[in-house]
Nanobody
Framework: QVQLVESGGGVVQAGGSLRLSCAAS????????MGWFRQAPGKEREFVAA????????RYADSVKGRFTISRDNAKNTVYLQMNSLKPEDTAIYYC?????????????????WGQGTQVTVSS
């Protein structure tokens, strides 16, 4: 059974930083591209960042480029999202996702497994 467990969310002031983690189990993590998505109240779930099976290349939504960094540790079956210079509009539930393809994609429908999400709240 595949499990993705996110952690690291919380409340932070605008301009602050958070680091999200996603621990994966039940899959051959090294074969999976991984992604982060987010969903704000009343909005659709949107792409944030994705990473190839070996860490290169990475992809980002325009809204987070230069502020967020996705990375992975295949030895720990974990993917990370470092979020800097946070803005109130980054407030959302952040979801980790795993794709059975090793090639990173921005397409939500391509991902096969999802975590339960972790709340990130950025106050102004």
């Amino acid at each position: 059974q595949v499990q993705l467990v996110e952690s690291g969310g919380g409340v932070v002031q605008a301009g602050g930083s958070l680091r999200l983690s996603c621990a994966a189990s039940g899959l051959a993590f090294v074969n999976n591209a991984m992604g982060w998505f987010r969903q704000a109240p009343g909005k659709e779930r949107e792409f944030v960042a994705a990473i190839h099976w070996n860490g290169v290349p990475t992809r980002y939504a325009d809204s987070v480029k230069g502020r967020f960094t996705i990375s992975r540790d295949n030895a720990k079956n974990t993917v990370y999202l470092q979020m800097n210079s946070l803005k109130p509009e980054d407030t959302a539930i952040y979801y980790c996702a795993a794709d059975n393809s090793p090639v990173a994609t921005t397409q939500r429908a391509a991902y096969d497994y999802w975590g339960q999400g972790t709340q990130v709240t950025v106050s102004s």
